[in-house]
């Protein structure tokens, strides 16, 4: 093989491989993939160990063969082969030890199908079911088994950390098994937006359409991100009728209800709104003993109940919070620590609210405001304009409820009489009672306000 090879062939080649598969795959797998011999249309690709090979030809065969082609066009096959080098041995020995280890413990994650961008970990026999989510989980179930003639659109909400990007992918990871041949794309909001904002830039609006509207099922994470985005939100609103006028499956999930999404297009509001909006509140505490025991197998350890009883009484809204503070204890038993209900206690502190200080007023203004679109400044004018109102009594709710601040307090805050903070805090109190809407919006708000 010539020097030139090397230097031009061979880059272009691994530059069509990391653009197929992202940076961080590319890293762990593609780090010493070599050019070996080049002859009559047969390329040998050299790897650093039997491990490497096998995971390569078992999940990335297609996706070499057509990076190799987009350069070599008359390619006809690739063999890869294991090093058998001394010296590659010893100057990658330690490195290669290093990365086995980090694949063996973190596996899954280069799982990821670079055609669906589904992990295969997320599945409904591993998602674990309560009256939280149960009816969300059916839904699911239907959708996948008659996709686009079933809850189309289907759209899942629910507070941050429920579980709602499992049942997703689980969805499509379920429709695929059910349906072999199906075209699927999942992704979040965030990710289709860029992707649109680049064709833009690029100028392949077109290759964006067709990768967007060539799909069976298509499923979009967090669309509350397209708030205020018109451009995006016009393009998803082509490409939902596109899909939907061909009776293509489309799942939506959010932080929130579709009329609680701000500075939303009104027909795409009515889009998401023009099938299943179904929620998925926070676990009931059986619901997260199951899962803490669920994940506690998983994982090779089982413990005494009373750990998974701790931590699904102190722990109580957010299932990535509850894994997080398994992890700490399994962390701890593997270190060799003996796991006593003091010490599982001690070590949970971290995952509560109660453990950090309480936020500052000016946090919750910043939040509010953001929230709102409003300027901070507004928030404390005297003004009767509605929303404004509206935003001042849930100031004062807050102030009152995260803060446990003292009505006299809030009054200088907002330069109010107490009496007046009072009337404010128990009306805005009562609508919340009597508004699943508004009760909704509260919990939304509330976990943006105590995020870390």
Not at 25 to 52: A, C, D, R, T
Not at 61 to 89: A, W
Request: charged fraction near 30%; glycine fraction near 4%; hydrophobic fraction near 35%.
């Amino acid at each position: 093989m010539t020097e030139e090879f090397f230097q031009t062939t061979w880059d272009k080649i691994l530059n069509n491989i990391k653009t197929n598969v992202g940076e961080s795959v590319y890293k762990v797998w593609f780090s010493y993939f070599e050019p070996k011999n080049y002859s009559h249309g047969y390329l040998k690709i050299e790897v650093p160990s039997k491990f490497v090979k096998d995971w390569l030809e078992k999940k990335f065969t297609q996706i070499i063969l057509r990076s190799i082609k987009d350069v070599i066009p008359e390619i006809k096959n690739f063999e890869l082969i294991v090093s058998t080098k001394p010296t590659l041995k010893v100057n990658y020995k330690e490195k290669l030890v290093k990365k086995t280890q980090t694949i063996e413990k973190h596996l899954s994650i280069f799982e990821i199908n670079p055609q669906t961008n589904l992990n295969p970990r997320y599945r409904f026999d591993n998602f674990v079911v309560g009256p939280s989510n149960e009816l969300a989980f059916t839904a699911c179930q239907s959708v996948a088994k008659s996709i686009g003639k079933l809850h189309n659109p289907l759209f899942v909400y629910g507070p941050v950390g429920v579980g709602k990007t499992h049942l997703l992918q689980a969805t499509g990871n379920e429709a695929l098994r059910i349906h072999k041949k199906i075209k699927l794309k999942y992704l979040t909001t965030e990710e289709f937006t860029n992707k649109f904002i680049n064709s833009l830039k690029n100028h392949s609006v077109e290759e964006f359409k067709i990768e967007f509207r060539d799909v069976d099922i298509l499923i979009l994470d967090d669309v509350h991100f397209l708030s205020g985005k018109n451009a995006s939100q016009e393009e998803l609103f082509h490409t939902f009728n596109y899909l939907y006028n061909l009776s293509k499956q489309i799942i939506f999930s959010s932080d929130r209800p579709p009329q609680l999404i701000p500075d939303i297009e009104a027909r795409l509001r009515s889009r998401f709104e023009g099938g299943l909006v179904i929620d998925i509140n926070p676990p009931d505490y059986e619901t997260r003993f199951a899962i803490l025991k669920l994940k506690s197998q998983e994982k090779g350890v089982i413990f005494d109940d009373f750990v998974y009883d701790i931590i699904a009484q102190k722990i109580t809204k957010n299932i990535r919070e509850l894994e997080g503070a398994l992890s700490s204890v399994i962390f701890r038993y593997n270190q060799g620590e003996k796991i006593t209900i003091e010490k599982v206690e001690d070590l949970i502190k971290k995952f509560s609210k109660d453990y950090y200080k309480k936020v500052s007023p000016k946090k919750i203004i910043k939040t509010l405001s953001e929230h709102y679109d409003v300027k901070e400044d507004d928030i404390l004018k005297k003004s009767r304009i509605k929303h404004l109102v509206k935003i001042r009594k849930l100031l004062i709710y807050f102030l009152r409820e995260i803060n446990q601040l003292s009505y006299p307090s809030i009054g200088e805050i907002l330069k109010k009489d107490h009496t007046t903070i009072i009337y404010s805090y128990e009306k805005i109190a009562k609508e919340i009672k009597d508004n699943p809407l508004l009760s909704q919006e509260i919990e939304i708000l509330k976990s943006k306000i105590l995020e870390n």
